[in-house]
Every structure is written in structure tokens, then in C-alpha cells.
């Protein structure tokens, strides 16, 4: 097992307080690291406005933060869970249309997402999810057996598969949640949007789900919150999340392009707003990106599609 797996098992043994403080203290000091990631981190935080050194120490701890969080989810009880969560914005119409069928919710690597999918597989609807095989295979293996513990439907993403079809019939007709973690394009077959004024690449997944499912596409921000007062014991949860849910997006009628650009345009206020909570550490704007291997992803993409 490799030492980041055998880290992840020993967090969901811990107090959670204490081990959120310690990972958001590693985050601190990662900020300051000048490795690739960080400086992508402040290469595309640029893009929503200005960057300074707290922001990245700020996000880079929220970001560790989520990570140690995710694997203590399984010592939390239900009342703890539901405590440390709260939904604002469309929550109740999310809440209708799932009743009737199958949503698809389009999310940003904001937040913890983690989180979100265990609170809403408990107190709302079954949650599939793609997850992209990790580089680590032991890693991949304990967030995969974690999420499934928590209740949430996790379709692997392998290296030549393409798990689109096997994540529409885990969902048809049926009262779930298609989570997708969209605002970066691993396939090759993405949409170009407009952010900032930017031009950027991201998923057709939670559009084409939506046309495809004929269901409707909710954007949903996700960001962390202190619970309690700043003194709060070590040995107490520090913080929880808020579901922030948008309108839905008719992607049926407005197809994927239009739909796509009308999820990401719903989410970028939030963006704006909470900088710190997106934990964007690759390329993704297309400014960023090498023209040559994004072409060359894109005929891969057009000759698996034929």
C-alpha cells in the first residue's frame, strides 16, 4: 500500500478537528512551495481577479482540508454529518424535480465534494459519480470503496473507456443525482466557454447527460464554513459545507454547446466570490493549454465517437 493510502486510512481513525487543523496547516505551507500545481493554482485564480500570497495559502488550505475530510466522513454519524451541511438557493426545486425523476448537476472542483455527495445520498437521492482512475492505484481504490460506503455510486474512468453510457443507465428512470465535477476536460471532446473573460475548457458530460436523460441540469457551487466559534476544541469538527444550487439549465432545448456555456455563467459569480475555494491546480484555460496536444486529444475523441 502506498504511503498516501496508508495516510488516508490512519485520517479516518482520528478526531476530525485535528486532523482538518493539521491538514490545513500542510496546505499553508504547500502555498508557499513553488511546484507546478501552485502555480497553475495562481495562474488560473489570476483569470477571476487579483492573486495574493493569502489566497493561495487560503485555498491550498481549504484544499487540504477537504482531502483529510473526505476520509474521516466514515467516523461521523448521521446527526454530525447533517449538522455540518446546509443548502441554500434552489434546494427545494432540486428537491421537486428529483422527485420525478433524474437530475444532472454540473459542479466545479469547489468545496468538498465528498461531503456534499454523502449528505445528499443520506437526506435526499442516490448520487452517481465518474471518478478518474488515479495515477495510484491503492489511492484510487480507498476513494472508491469510501464513496461507495457513504452511499454514492462511483463509475470509474479508465484509461480508453468511456463510462458515459454506464453512468446514464445507473440513473434512468430513477430519483437520482448525476454529480459531475466538470470544469476540466479529460476526454478531448469539451466545449469552450467563456469565464472572466477567458476562454476555457470544460466537460460536455452534464450537458449531453441532461439532453440525453431528458432531465434537468442543476449548477451547484460548494463551499467550506467554519462551524462554531474559532476556540472550538481540536477534537470537534471545525467545519462543514454549504450547497449553493442555481437554477436549472434547460439543456433539452438549449443543446450541449449553449447549455454548457449557461451552467458555467451561472457558476461564475461564485467563483468570483469565493476564489479561495477553488482548487483548480491543472490547465484548463485555453491559453494554457498546448495547441498541438489538445488537437491531437480531440481526433482521438473524434475517432473513438466515430
Not at 490545513?24 to 513553488?34: F, M, R
Not at 495562481?42 to 477537504?66: F, K, T
Not at 437530475?103 to 442516490?126: M, Y
Not at 466545449?191 to 473573460?197: A, I, M, N, S
Request: proline share 6%.
Amino acid at each position: 500500500m502506498s504511503v498516501t493510502a496508508r495516510v488516508a486510512r490512519l485520517i479516518g481513525h482520528g478526531p476530525v478537528g485535528v486532523w482538518e487543523r493539521a491538514a490545513g496547516v500542510c496546505g499553508s505551507v504547500l502555498a508557499v512551495v513553488p511546484t507546478r500545481g501552485v502555480r497553475q493554482l495562481e495562474a488560473n485564480l489570476s483569470r477571476l481577479g487579483p492573486v495574493d500570497p493569502g489566497l493561495i495559502r487560503r485555498n491550498m488550505a481549504a484544499y487540504m482540508r477537504s482531502f483529510a475530510a473526505s476520509f474521516a466522513l466514515e467516523s461521523l454519524e448521521g446527526h454530525r454529518l447533517d449538522y455540518g451541511c446546509c443548502a441554500v438557493g434552489e434546494w427545494e426545486r432540486l428537491r421537486a424535480d428529483v422527485s420525478r425523476g433524474p437530475v444532472v448537476v454540473a459542479l466545479t472542483h469547489s468545496g468538498q465534494w465528498d461531503l456534499a455527495a454523502a449528505w445528499v445520498a443520506r437526506n435526499l437521492a442516490g448520487v452517481v459519480t465518474v471518478a478518474e482512475d488515479l495515477p495510484d492505484p491503492d489511492l484510487a481504490e480507498a476513494f472508491t470503496t469510501l464513496r461507495r460506503r457513504l452511499g454514492v455510486d462511483v463509475v470509474l474512468a479508465r484509461p480508453g473507456e468511456h463510462p458515459f453510457e454506464a453512468l446514464l443507465e445507473r440513473v434512468r428512470d430513477r430519483e437520482a443525482i448525476l454529480a459531475l465535477l466538470a470544469d476540466r476536460d479529460i476526454t478531448g471532446r469539451g466545449v469552450e466557454v467563456t469565464l472572466g473573460g477567458h476562454r476555457l475548457l470544460v466537460a460536455a458530460g452534464p450537458a449531453a447527460a441532461a439532453q440525453r436523460l431528458s432531465a434537468p441540469l442543476y449548477p451547484v457551487h460548494l463551499r467550506s464554513r467554519r462551524l462554531g466559534k474559532a476556540g472550538r476544541s481540536l477534537l470537534k469538527r471545525r467545519y462543514g459545507l454549504t450547497v449553493d444550487v442555481c437554477a436549472p439549465v434547460d439543456a433539452p432545448r438549449m443543446g450541449v454547446e449553449a447549455a454548457t456555456q449557461a451552467w458555467v455563467a451561472a457558476l461564475a459569480p461564485k467563483l468570483h466570490t469565493y476564489p479561495s475555494e477553488w482548487h483548480m491546480l491543472q490547465r484548463v484555460f485555453v491559453d494554457d493549454l498546448d495547441p498541438e496536444r489538445l488537437a491531437r486529444a480531440r481526433e482521438r475523441a473524434g475517432r473513438a465517437a466515430t
